[in-house]
């Protein structure tokens, strides 16, 4: 059976399928992270200092658990990624299939790149004794970075396929494989605008 | 955006776009961890972070995500889900007052 609508536009949307897909898909992920944002405003507002104590010491400021340094290089690399990955489809749209794997190589080795950097990050806390059961600041920290860093990955499985043996599409259907990059760099670049919002509220507030 | 439809031309237009947009992310992520320095009182901090995150976001959504120029239909499936969004913070927020105030 064919799919119908994967290269040309849905006459009742003006759009093909997979689009239409990705942004329903994006709307659900908003409130999965809305959900556990909510949570968070919630904890905060109820306790009386933040993040408070952990392991018997106490903690006035975010910037005394977290290293702010690290957590602004992982929003740079993020960043970057997102021009990257976006970079890879207009490659596409200009024909040069050798300068998409470049870009869109960049890009997987950037979300690489944040995802070591967070699990030296998680490393660090973990000699330490900080694991998310000692206090809600530590909770609230690993539940949403930790979640963040899954999507990071599940991103990194799908870029690293089309960069590799779904690339092979492009030999025998270049529009269909521009629209699955399209789709895929929709995706990534909402994990960024997590991160975006992610990055002040946890390490600077 | 009908982006099967680009030329070459508003191809290379975009990619500028790209680059330019890139460049204001990068100094807005420096001016967001700028001000945190400053260490401002609580609430106006959080507006200023989130004043500032909201920018960078529509950045990114705008013009990465090619949302201006999208199709309606996808438009109002966003506004659909803000709204459901600010509705379920709400609700927490409401749960939350509504207990201070009864003193639970």
């Not at chain 1, 602004?72 to 970079?87: P, Y």
């Not at chain 2, 920018?55 to 239909?73: D, S």
């Amino acid at each position: 059976m064919e799919i119908p609508y994967t290269t040309t536009a849905r006459p009742d949307t003006g759009l093909y399928n997979a689009k239409i897909g990705i942004w329903l898909f994006l709307a659900s992920e908003v409130m999965l992270f809305g959900g556990l944002f909510s949570a968070y405003i919630f904890l905060r507002i109820g306790a009386p200092e933040w993040p408070g104590t952990i392991l018997g010491e106490n903690f006035a400021s975010s910037f005394d658990v977290l290293s702010v340094p690290i957590g602004t290089f992982n929003t740079m690399v993020l960043i970057a990624s997102s021009v990257t990955v976006v970079m890879a489809w207009a490659q596409l749209m200009l024909k040069d299939f050798k300068k998409f794997r470049y870009y869109m190589g960049l890009t997987i080795l950037l979300a690489m790149v944040f995802l070591v950097v967070k699990g030296f990050e998680y490393n660090d806390k973990f000699v330490h004794g900080y694991f998310p059961a000692e206090g809600t600041f530590l909770a609230v920290y690993f539940t949403l970075t930790g979640l963040h860093g899954l999507h990071v990955l599940g991103g990194v499985v799908v870029m690293a396929y089309l960069w590799g043996p779904g690339a092979k599409m492009w030999e025998t259907n270049p529009q269909q494989f521009t629209n699955r990059v399209e789709v895929a760099g929709l995706y990534w670049h909402f994990v960024d605008l997590v991160w975006i919002f992610l990055f002040p509220t946890i390490y600077l507030l | 955006m009908a982006s099967e439809n680009m030329t070459v031309e508003e191809v290379h237009k975009h990619i500028r776009v790209y680059l330019t947009v890139f460049a204001a992310l990068a100094v807005l992520t420096v001016v967001t961890v700028g001000v945190a320095y400053i260490h401002m009182p609580i609430i106006p901090a959080l507006i200023v972070a989130l004043i500032i995150a909201s920018i960078k976001a529509g950045l990114v959504a705008g013009y990465f995500m090619h949302l201006i120029g999208e199709k309606k239909i996808i438009h109002g499936t966003l506004l659909l889900t803000f709204a459901f969004f600010v509705a379920m913070v709400a609700l927490f927020l409401f749960a939350y007052y509504d207990q201070a105030q009864v003193g639970v």
